[in-house]
């Protein structure tokens, strides 16, 4: 299922200009296919780009399709990025994308029972990579698709740790709803369940998209904690940066995931889009912010659908935005 990237592969993605040097030029990738462990292992590259282009969880959730079509372009703007001196791209290893294009096609959401089941099969084949990435001493960023996707870097990740890890999550929504059929709206609650997720800190959830059962569920346990949107940008009783603060010492303290869902960006292509949301800029500084501990362990950035809008600069923008965050994170880990 994970279809990997050849540097031949890679090349096809970037426009080179003479006297400059793109990052794609310099990232490294697998040279054996049946020896990827290894090789990931050995690499000194520190960061590992893995993409999930599906939308099977957004659908069983009942959203709008698209989101498998964020990765390629995001891997395109990655790659023309220029190499300079605020960033290397030596340290990028491209390893790849979960091949399941077929099933995304071919699905019918009405069939439930088939869609649990292709949500649960991505999520073991998502979990036992990054499970193998941060077994290599390596720091994954994970590009969706749907947010479903979050249980499998929480397993992954707690799996290699051997110790359940925290998060955080930029997020409209909780993705806290019942424990059901496996679809977008439920990752974390899964994770909660089956012993790996342990502190959960949910940042800028909106209220009129919050169900109250939900919010009883979260009041009832001290390792769940939120901050809501209406909070900083609508009554002013907060601020940004103090509730980036709270949210950072709230799970720091040990291994934790950086959550970002799309949603949570004012008009950005995606598939629950918002006209009302978090500016872009506010984003890139929520990661490059909580990137900066030791602690972040991983990036997954999801929900982008270019394809659910009939702009064709939809697509290259989505692109670029999923690229200055993934180089944002990067960066702040570097300091």
Known sequence: MLQIFSSKNISEFIAPRAGETKLGECVQTILNPKKIVEE????????VILGVPEDIGVRMNYGNPGAHTAFIPALKALLNTQQNQFINGNEILILGYLDILDEVINFDSSQRKEGDLLVKKIDEVLSKWVKIIISSNKTP??????HNNSY???????????????????????????????????????????????????????????PQYIFDFIHADINLEYTMYE?????????????????????????????VDLDAVQYFPSSA??????????ARRFVYALSKNNNARYLHI??????????????TQVGKFISYLITDFIKGKSI
Do not use: W
């Open 40 to 47: 990931l292992e050995n690499s000194s590259a520190t960061y």
């Open 152 to 210: 499998g870097n929480i397993k992954g990740v707690s799996e290699a740790k051997k110790e359940k890890i925290n998060v955080i999550n930029l997020d409209a929504h909780t993705d806290l709803r019942n424990v059901e059929e496996r679809h977008s709206g439920n990752g974390f609650s899964y994770a909660i369940k089956h012993g790996f997720l342990d502190r959960y800190f949910m940042f800028g959830l909106h209220e009129n998209y919050t």
């Open 302 to 315: 999801c929900e982008g659908a270019p394809a659910i809008t009939n702009d064709k600069n939809a697509t």
């Open 273 to 282: 889009m918002s006209p009302s949301g978090f500016s872009p800029e506010q």
């Open 231 to 259: 909070e900083i940008e609508i009554y002013k009783t907060t601020t940004f940066e103090s509730e980036l603060q709270r949210a950072s010492n709230f799970i720091n303290k040990n291994a934790y995931g950086i959550e």
């Open 141 to 146: 960023i994970i590009i969706g698709g749907g």
